[in-house]
């Protein structure tokens, strides 16, 4: 391409080099590749501004990146899961007009501005934003947002019970949770799992199967399924808070819990609402459920009961004690 050179003052025939450029950008020093069109005349770095730009651009991303900022990409995200055109979003902030097309077009955002973005990422956040700030919206965005998060309002239920969850479980893998945080979808998909394929399934059976499941999945993979803790009952080894657990599988009727007396005793049958459980499971973890399945398919409650007994990590643990997925070398199945 021809570029005017100002060094050799004439039309010049150019070509785009690699190499590193160092940016400034808020008194940081930041190494960027760069694309510069030179003169190869005299060698002369000319301006061009769409390389330019571009390699601005990758500088901020470094600096997004440094500083945990979004990048302009999420940003766009944000604003469109709330239907909301540039104008509008920035309207809602109470931000120039023009402010969120250029973070979308790369420009860097402000720190404060960041923040408020990425609060706004939960839509719980936005409806609470929306009903506490004055925002630049008319009445009919704002009536159309409010309409947006009501369809998103499934999403804010699932989101509010993840929170809600992870709050009752250790935040980090490790043994005791077989190195892997706790995954309430392979949970549910578990529990779906052997309700859908056992009859008269009952509760204190299905504790000790997802208690095998997890253990011989890890002996095999070394990480669990579901990243359950086990605790030690005096009935056998039981996830911990199972009874949370199980109140959220019925509330978002995935299964419910049929109380019959039988001979003066309560019994609890697990029965399924759905049977969505394949998409969630690997083929590998459904098999170690099939084994387990048919390992005690003729258990009773009372037989599985005095079989998970005889376990060491059962045996070697108190009561209200986690059992380390460790143990899970002892059981042979
Ligand atoms: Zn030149």
Redo the contacts with the bound molecule.
């Keep these: 391409m021809e570029k005017y050179?100002?060094?050799?003052q004439k039309m010049?025939v150019t070509r785009i080099l690699n190499t590193n450029e160092t940016y400034e950008i808020f008194g940081e020093k930041i190494d960027v590749d760069a694309k510069v069109r030179t003169?190869?005349?005299?060698?002369?770095q000319?301006y061009d501004e769409e390389l330019d730009n571009a390699t601005l651009v990758n500088a901020y991303n470094i600096y997004r990146q440094r500083h945990k900022l979004l990048m302009a990409e999420e940003i766009r995200q944000i604003r469109e899961q709330y239907g909301l055109s540039q104008r509008g979003f920035s309207k809602l902030l109470n931000w120039g007009d023009k402010t969120i097309h250029r973070y979308e077009n790369g420009s860097l955002q402000d720190k404060a501005h960041n923040s408020l973005l990425i609060f706004l990422r939960d839509p719980q956040n936005m409806r609470e934003y929306l009903s506490n700030n004055e925002t630049g919206l008319d009445a009919v965005q704002k009536e159309k947002l409010e309409k947006k998060l009501d369809d998103l309002e499934p999403e804010i239920e699932r989101n509010n019970n993840d929170r809600f969850i992870s709050s009752y479980f250790l935040k980090k893998p490790s043994i005791q949770n077989g190195y892997k945080v706790f995954d309430f979808e392979k949970f549910y998909a578990a529990v779906l799992f052997f309700a859908n394929t056992c009859d008269g399934l009952l509760k204190v059976k299905l504790l000790k199967l997802l208690n095998y499941s997890d253990m011989i999945f890890y002996k095999e993979n070394g990480v669990s399924i579901t990243g359950a803790q086990y605790v030690h009952l005096p009935y056998g080894p039981v996830p911990q808070h199972y009874d949370v657990l199980f109140g959220i599988l019925e509330a978002l009727k995935i299964i419910h819990v049929d109380i019959k007396i039988d001979n003066g005793y309560e019994k609890h049958q697990i029965i399924p609402d759905c049977n969505d459980y394949e998409s969630i499971l690997s083929a590998d973890e459904i098999s170690v459920l099939q084994r387990v399945y048919k390992k005690f398919e003729n258990f009773g409650s009372k037989e599985i009961y005095q079989y998970a007994h005889k376990e060491i990590g059962y045996m070697e643990t108190r009561q209200g004690e986690i059992i380390s997925y460790e143990y899970a070398k002892n059981i042979e199945l």
């Design positions: 050179c100002d060094s050799c010049v003169c190869l005349e005299c060698g002369e000319l």
